[in-house]
């Protein structure tokens, strides 16, 4: 049974989300200052910030990779995840998600959701993490939280519960008013957080405010709302209650605000973070398999372990792996068995992460984010469970990878310490896939980005002093039936000597919205259930190269209509040769499209770049979807093939004196230009 003493329940496992440039490292930052984990403000744009702290972060002034923190607020341990705001590196969001318990999304005071919140909103809804909002960047000219508030509910479709009136504006932005409890806080010049009665000013404002977010909370929340009509009010301790519920359940989204470049607001937004986000207590248990059986395991420091690795590093003084440990305590010197691999580890260290910097522990327990030093094959995703009590967690997600590079070691020598290290890349970064093209013979990168294929390729070169050239980037085609066709017959018929081959099978072909999609309707049992499998299999290995180009194939539907057997040279081998040998030849015979991905654009300039800015979309085969004026500046969105963003970053630099952003989203694919071939 639990208790209020469970230390569990004073454990907070977060993360922090948001666009680029919204400011997450900076809130990152000023928490750890607030709590006393440093004692200096580290500062983005002078490359000094904690969680930023890889050369290629600092030099680029953006985040990369997560970065763990942990640090203490009001008797609570917070274990922290600054995650990157790029779409080329969502994949570490999603890693970092699979193990939070809750979020703290960041918001632009000016811009709103931009379309990286919403991406990374659209990820935490989809691993149920429970969020709070701050809404950032309060003293900019523009700021407008009534505005974000409602881009919040708009795009996100959240019910957004605002529990803070700010107190001035932009410039003279200087605190809040607590609509909990009535209070003001203000920040002096030296960053004192003062507690005081609401001005007079703003007591009506504050009034009405409150009333209208006691009326929402009472909408969502039965036991508020049995309050609310008894007494026509709600009180301080069932508000909080309330919004607590409501934040963990995902109801509902407590937002708050302020400046964290100034250091206004942080301290409430730590308060909120420990009042309404889930301790490890709060959340299910965590669920997994053995031998195929769903079992749960307890957020119990005496249960047996298991824990999830969610992200690999290596250092120059070894490999780090970071667990989420969701059960069960584990020790330096314990041998755990890593369920994905099925082989043996033993813990070296066990390390509390400050970025890169780390403070030995002698043990940890089920809620704990750690690393641990001496584990040599873990990969992220893998489960390490106790050996007796086997467990499979189910892994992040990894997304397919859109964009590739050649790359080759400009010196002959070098060419096993590539190999070497772009293992080494693969194995801290799941999205990043290496292989070998076997017609060219080139080793080619793939990843999610122009950004993330550059910050890769510069990694080795600065951290393992690889001289590399890279080709230009190939973007991931597709094919599709365009047209299909009807009742093409394969015969495979293979006879040298004992038992030979026969299949005969009629296949039709045609389009289909929804990937491949396989279906029988011989009759008579002309063909076997168990030859008809076989068939599906060969159809699916002929989908690895079409016609057009050797691409991928998808968008098809096909049936089998009719076929045939002997009595001794029919096997499950001859009809998956006939399935994948038929299906080419009908490929052949379709009319065949060739598909490229496209990603939505939002581009932001200034106002009097605009006319370039869209010209130079057109130019790329672009097709502009909306623009909108904000603050000054133009936000422009449109539907762009990915193959003609290359290089994009550097023009749209150049055309608007380096003040133009841009940030894209895959879409899915679209019909190249290209005169597709009929056979």
């Known amino acids: 049974m639990r208790t209020n003493h469970n230390p569990l329940a004073a454990v907070r496992n977060l993360g922090i989300l948001a666009h680029v440039d919204a400011g997450k490292t900076t809130v990152t930052e000023r928490i750890l200052f607030a709590t006393g984990t440093t004692h200096k403000r580290g500062e ?51 890693r970092a998600l699979r193990v939070l318990d809750g979020a703290v999304a960041v918001f632009d005071a000016v811009a709103g959701v931009e379309p990286q919140s919403e991406s990374v909103w659209r990820q935490a809804d989809r691993h149920g993490v429970p969020r709070i909002a701050f809404v950032n960047k ?25 529990v803070q009136l700010p107190v001035g504006a932009e ?19 030296d960053d004192n957080c003062e507690e005081a ?14 009333r209208a977010l006691e009326e929402a909370v009472a909408e969502l929340h039965p036991g508020a709302l049995e309050e609310y009509c008894d007494t026509g009010t709600l009180g301080e301790r069932t508000l909080s209650s309330a919004l607590r519920d409501l934040t963990r359940d995902g109801d509902g989204v407590v937002v708050l605000c302020g400046s964290a470049y100034r250091n206004r607001g942080v301290e409430p937004l730590l308060d909120a973070v420990v009042a309404y986000l889930p301790s490890p207590l709060d959340v299910p248990p965590v669920r997994g398999t053995d031998d195929g059986e769903e079992q749960e395991r307890p957020a119990d420091p005496a249960a047996p372990p298991a824990a ?138 793939s990843g ?51 038992a030979g081959q026969f299949a005969h099978v009629v296949l039709d072909v045609e389009p289909h919205e929804d990937g491949f999609a396989f279906r029988s309707a011989v009759v008579g049992g002309r063909v076997p259930q168990e030859y008809v499998r076989a068939v599906e299999a060969g159809c699916r290995d002929a989908l690895a190269e079409g016609p057009l180009g050797g691409h991928p194939v998808t968008g098809l539907r096909v049936t089998l209509t009719d076929g045939a057997t002997h009595v001794k040279d029919s096997s499950d081998t001859a009809f998956r040769t006939a399935g994948r040998l038929g299906l080419r030849e009908a490929l052949r015979a379709c009319a065949m499209l060739l598909l490229e991905p496209v990603v939505e654009v939002t581009v932001t300039v200034p106002e009097d770049a605009v ?8 130019a790329r085969r672009g097709r502009v979807t909306g623009s909108v004026t904000r603050a000054s500046a133009a936000v422009v969105t449109a539907t762009v093939p990915l193959a003609e963003l290359f290089g994009y970053a550097t023009r749209l630099r150049s055309r608007t004196q380096g003040r133009g952003t841009f940030t894209t989203r895959p879409t899915g694919y679209a019909p190249a230009p290209v005169v597709t071939t009929v056979r």
């Open 44 to 94: 983005v744009h002078d490359g000094t910030t904690v969680t930023d702290f890889d050369p290629q972060e600092r030099d680029r002034g953006i985040t990369i990779f997560a970065a763990a923190v942990s640090c203490a607020w009001d008797g609570h341990r917070i274990n922290l995840i600054d995650t990157p705001g790029h779409v080329d590196f969502a994949d570490e969001v999603e």
């Open 138 to 162: 309060m003293d900019r000219a523009g700021a407008d939280l009534d505005a974000a508030v409602a881009s919040i509910r708009e795009r996100l479709h959240p019910a957004p519960l605002v």
């Open 171 to 189: 410039d003279t932005f200087t605190g809040v008013v607590d609509l909990v409890r009535l209070r003001a806080l203000l920040w002096t010049d």
């Open 197 to 210: 009665a609401v001005p007079d000013g703003l007591r009506d404002e504050a009034l009405a405010r409150r």
């Open 308 to 445: 999830l690795a969610f992200k690999v590093h290596a250092t120059p003084t070894g490999r780090l792996t970071y667990l989420r440990i969701y059960s069960g305590t584990i020790e330096k010197g314990d041998t755990l068995w890593d369920a994905s691999a099925r082989r043996t580890e033993r813990i070296g260290r066990i390390l509390r992460v400050q970025a890169d910097r780390h403070a030995p522990l002698d043990r940890a327990v089920a809620g704990d984010i750690v690393a641990v030093v001496g584990l040599k094959s873990t990969r992220a995703g893998s489960t390490l469970c106790a050996p007796d009590a086997p467990l499979v967690l189910e892994p992040p997600g990894v997304p397919e990878p859109v964009v590739s590079v050649a790359v080759e070691s400009r010196r002959a020598g070098d060419t096993d310490r590539l190999a070497s290290g772009l293992a080494r890349l693969t194995e801290e970064d799941p999205s990043l896939v290496v292989r070998t093209d076997p017609e060219t013979g080139q080793t080619v990168l």
């Open 448 to 498: 999610m980005g122009e950004l993330h294929l550059e910050v890769a390729v510069e990694k080795l070169r600065r951290e393992l002093g690889l001289d590399v050239s890279i080709g230009r980037p190939r973007v991931s085609y597709r094919e599709t039936v365009a047209r299909g066709v009807s009742g093409l017959v394969y015969r495979h018929v293979k006879q040298d000597g004992g």
């Open 611 to 618: 006319g370039g800015v869209l010209g130079d979309l057109a």
